[in-house]
């Protein structure tokens, strides 16, 4: 059972400054905005399928929000009246099919390629928030909210200036440096202290 039940899945691509390097990429100037369907969503436990065309699919853990009021251009000094909550969430996605798709709705958008979950929490002191990303136990990302590029009220503001947010909606924040590949058997887990652990299987597609 998916404790979201977002009308759209908002994600920021580049915005931890270590993770852009490692994948090549420069730091952007603005908000670097996409999307994943809602069909993309699995919950806690739920197994993520690795698709026959990709032989890259990695993990990117991300701290999530979700909306809790429609919101439309809100500022940031008012963006957190917004946000019912903070939960964890996987930004799957096949690596090799970003770039030569040109943009991407394809390797971002299969199916089970959104884990979110366990649970959506409030919490007061977000600014402390810290994001840990796990493969078979191993942590291979670390980092701290404040290392982001742009913080969670910019990106609200910035966001509800181009579109009206729903109830339940859900922002993915960025991933941090440490991504890399997942094979079926492997378990990945998504820890954000003191919000709670998100863990999926991996499988392999038919
Ligand atoms: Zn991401």
Redesign the pocket.
């Known amino acids: 059972m998916n404790v979201v039940q977002p009308s759209k899945i908002i ?1 920021v ?1 580049r915005n931890y400054a270590a993770h852009a390097k490692e994948l090549g990429n420069s730091v952007p100037e603005r908000p670097m905005l996409f999307f994943k369907p809602p069909s993309a969503l699995i919950a806690h436990g739920e197994s993520i399928v690795i698709p026959a065309v990709s032989q890259q699919v990695e993990y ?1 853990a ?1 701290i999530a929000l979700v909306i809790g009021e429609r919101a439309t251009r809100v500022p940031a000094g008012r963006a957190m009246e917004v946000v019912r909550g903070f939960t964890c969430a996987n ?1 799957v ?1 096949c690596r090799d099919l970003q770039k030569p798709d040109g943009q991407w709705g394809r390797a971002k958008g299969f199916d089970t390629f959104c884990p979110a979950g366990p649970a959506v929490v409030e919490v007061a002191d977000w600014r402390n928030l810290e994001i840990i990303g796990r493969v078979n136990g191993e942590v291979r990302q670390r980092a701290p909210i404040s290392d982001m590029i742009f913080a969670i009220p910019t990106l609200i503001e910035y966001i509800t200036h181009i579109m009206t947010l729903e109830p339940g909606d859900l922002i ?1 924040t ?2 941090p440096e440490g991504v890399g590949r997942l094979v079926a058997g492997d378990v990945v887990e998504v820890e954000i202290p003191g919000v709670g652990v998100l863990s999926n299987p991996v499988e392999e597609g038919r």
Do not use: A, M
């Open positions: 994600c691509g990117e991300e930004d996605t993915l960025g991933t």
